[in-house]
């Protein structure tokens, strides 16, 4: 048994491919973006590159492409993301890199990336001064050099002319070396750039193409059910401080939901990744505008047909990885109604999953219990009556309600702890 927080594990493994999971990350991250929306896969694309112009072997540039697609994993707000992309150096920049460490250095799979990615906005002739390992300099700062040339290029990949810019670009990164980049990534960069080849990779239909390949070349992991957890928390904690609103929510309803299942009498096993669907059922969010999601009073109809893309977007971004596809699946139905009316496939009752019958009743209960800025949170005789009334309306499960009634009181202090 392995215990993190109040959360016990069993021992047992999932085959997880990490490099989908990489890729699932890297899709929510691009969702934070409006504008641009593969800025870290051209990053990742660029660096392997690199990489493999400096001599590095497949493994090394392997975790190049890695990095490069997670080094914003710290970025979760649509500002800071076009202060990122439309100014070359900004005093609040450090921010993102060190909330990006964070994000990864206690999860032992990704671990290696974290230092990369704390250090990726400092510049070469600052980082020499520090006592970072040789390493970890080299690949934090071959990331800021592809980083920067991509904040450059992306106006044009938009536009489609990055072609007619190639010199510019090259001409600007030239004029950075040995101040914001190391002069060997530099020459490196150059030498790689200089061909048509180079750029057309990072246009979108080429990506797809790369990002194929590499979904094809895995990274086989065996996770303990307790890496997958923590996998979870970080795409969680992606989305929570997105919002100030939402912040906690995820974990509310992750703990909610497996109350439930247990109270319900669902196998342990099944428990655990009901929480960890509970965690990410709200993934989608990330595509949301920010005004849209902070927004203190009630929403336009247009504004809420906005938000109803979430779930889906959810099942976009998790359906992909190998080993998540029921999570994938409960996550996307937990604003699915049992008379049909729900979103964003419309099933009937005895079609959605039992597991995300158990995701909607405790996102209910989450919701209903937590203080918003606009009111308090319900307490749990007001949350018994409205579950009541939904089973009744048939928009909630009838047996989930009557569960969701004898763990009433441990899932409120589940909500305020
Ligand atoms: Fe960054
Ligand atoms: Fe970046
Ligand atoms: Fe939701």
Known sequence: MAVIGTTVFAMQTTHVDL??????LSEALDLVGIDDVAHGKRVGIMAAACGKQAGYGAQECDFLFDLGMLHDIGVSSSHVRSRLENEFDWPGVQAHCEKGEHLLHDFPPLAEMAPAIRYHHTRWDVLRTLSVPDAVARR????????????????YHASNTVLQHINEIRAEVARHAGTYFAPEFV?????CSQTEAFWLQLESRAIQAYLADMREHGLHYHASHAELHQLARIFARIVDTKSPYTAAHS??????SRLLAEHMGIAPERCIKIEIAGLLHDLGKLRVPDEILDKPGSLTPNERLVIQTHSFETWQILRHIRGFEDIARWAACHHEEPDGTGYPFHLKASEIPLEARILRVADIMEAMAQDRPYRAGLKADEVARFLIQLSQEGRVDKDVAHAALGIM?????????
């Open 251 to 256: 974990q509310g309803v992750a703990s909610i």
């Open 19 to 24: 490099r989908h999971a990489i890729c699932a």
């Open 409 to 417: 009181d441990e899932a409120m202090s589940a909500v305020r702890s």
């Open 187 to 191: 020459t490196h960069f150059l030498a």
């Open 140 to 155: 934090a700062n071959l990331i800021l050099l592809c980083d920067r040339a991509d904040a450059l290029a992306a106006p």
